[in-house]
């Protein structure tokens, strides 16, 4: 499976980023449609991953104080490296604007795959949008 990523704005690829989000986030993890639109999309730098056939598979975001959010997988794309490949790409750009680092609030379950890119937990467990959480940071 090859894929193709590129950074991007939310007003050039609003409907493939939203596209992504919807099913993962609001469909899959019934994460209520009021919190998961924000003003910070308009002001972040996204990651977008297509497929192939240039169809949307995976997202994430770059907000301009460091952290990383939105970050999804479509279900039938999971586990094979495409989400390491965009966090690595994310983490790269983050350095050329000279970041000192970035965080993230991981799910619990997804907390071993920031884990293997270096992540370290920085909190304990909190809720966000009833799914269990945990905040992650990487220095750079």
């Known amino acids: 499976m090859l894929y193709n990523i590129k950074l991007t704005r939310w007003d050039k690829d609003k409907d493939a980023l939203s596209q992504i989000r919807r ?5 899959e993890q019934n994460v209520p449609e009021e919190l998961e639109w924000d003003e910070d999309d308009k002001k972040s730098i996204h990651a977008l991953a297509t497929d192939n056939d240039n169809k949307p598979i995976a997202c994430a975001r ?3 104080d460091g952290h990383i959010g939105r970050m999804a997988v479509l279900k039938e794309h999971r586990n094979t490296g495409i989400g390491t490949a965009m966090l ?22 997804a907390i071993p795959f920031y884990g293997k890119l270096g992540f370290i937990i920085t909190s304990d467990e909190f809720m966000d949008a009833g799914i269990p959480h945990k905040s992650m940071a990487l220095d750079l």
């Not at 099913?23 to 469909?27: D, G, L, N, S």
């Not at 983490?91 to 379950?109: G, P």
Request: glycine content about 0%; charged content about 15%; cysteine-free.
């Open 88 to 109: 690595n790409q994310i983490i790269n750009f983050a350095r050329t604007l000279k970041m000192k680092s970035v965080y993230l609030h991981a799910q619990t379950s």
């Open 62 to 64: 770059l907000k301009m």
């Open 23 to 27: 099913t993962v986030f609001i469909e």
